[in-house]
């Protein structure tokens, strides 16, 4: 069982709510920053991690202040499993739009990329950031950036949790959150984060280290036109003169053997995902 948030009040009743939420057999608590003032995000997060372990039951405390305090920086340290990076996810490919004026704000898919990129060494086995949950299938992208979204959110290591209705969806949606190979690259024992280790205009290459010495590998076009774009094992941390098998995740076939680099057409907003095995 889930619980997303504390009840209003909840302010000071950190141990009363704990012994709840374990009564309720309670596994995953996402806890909110709704309704603060001058309360300091590390203390307060810590004593709801006391509170929790108090009540003798494992439950997974999700840090929810949308990154306002940093917390790759101290969540893991106050008992945090993961926390939120930014402002809430919204159905869209890209951009950002203010909760009200002056408010930040809900992010595209692309903005929330942007602002993962460069704290990937944060997180690891038991302390993941978290860029919020899948919009995969709520209608506000196409099926081609829905499985762009997906892709990302399996490199980055984040938490897969659907936010559309499992029970309506059309076949292209389920064969997406279904994608075993896909999943397989978030669930890798290694537990690293991928990250952006190429960008030009709008192409981009992204690495996600994988257990065994392999690599997952997204090839990414942000553009209104189809481009072609280039791993170059170099950027990969490996020798140029390795020669790795390479396996596309979404087509689900091998594409033959590649020394040096692999390059392919990126259609528009979309992905190549592979794996790279030497």
Same mark, same amino acid.
């Given at each position: ?56 039951? =494992? ?41 009200? =004026? ?43 950036e829905y ?28 064969? &997406? ?5 896909? &999943? ?23 690495s996600k ?39 596309d995740l ?29």
């Open positions: 069982m889930r619980a997303r948030k504390p009840a209003p009040g909840g302010l000071g009743h950190e141990y009363q709510d704990a012994l709840k939420y374990a009564s309720w057999g309670v596994d995953y608590l996402k806890y909110d920053w709704c309704n603060t003032t001058t309360q300091d995000a590390r203390a307060s997060y810590a004593n709801m991690r006391n509170a929790l372990d108090a009540t003798g039951r =494992p439950i997974v405390l999700s840090i929810c202040e949308w990154g306002t305090a940093k917390p790759w920086l101290w969540g893991q340290e106050v008992g945090g499993n993961l926390w939120r990076t930014t402002g809430d996810i919204q159905d869209r490919f890209s951009g950002k739009k203010e909760w009200e =004026p002056g408010n930040c704000c809900s992010f595209g898919g692309t903005a929330i990329l942007d602002a993962e990129a460069e704290i990937y060494s944060y997180a690891g086995p038991g302390h993941w950031n978290d860029p919020d949950m899948l919009e995969v299938g709520n209608g506000g992208m196409t099926d081609t499985r762009s979204h997906f892709s990302f959110w399996a490199l980055l290591a984040a938490p897969l949790i659907a936010g559309n209705d499992l029970r309506d969806m059309k076949p292209e949606i389920h064969d &997406i959150l279904t994608n075993k190979e896909v &999943i397989a690259v978030n669930q890798d024992p290694l537990g690293r984060q991928g990250r952006r280790v190429w960008k030009e205009g709008d192409l981009e290459v992204w280290p994988l257990s065994g010495g392999r690599r997952a590998v997204i090839l990414f076009n942000r553009g209104e036109s189809e481009k072609q774009a280039t791993a170059k094992w170099t950027d990969l941390d490996y020798p140029e003169s390795l020669s790795a098998s390479v396996r979404w087509q689900k076939k091998e594409v033959g053997k590649s020394t040096g680099k692999f390059a392919a057409a990126v259609a528009p907003h979309a992905v190549v995902m592979v794996t790279l095995t030497p």
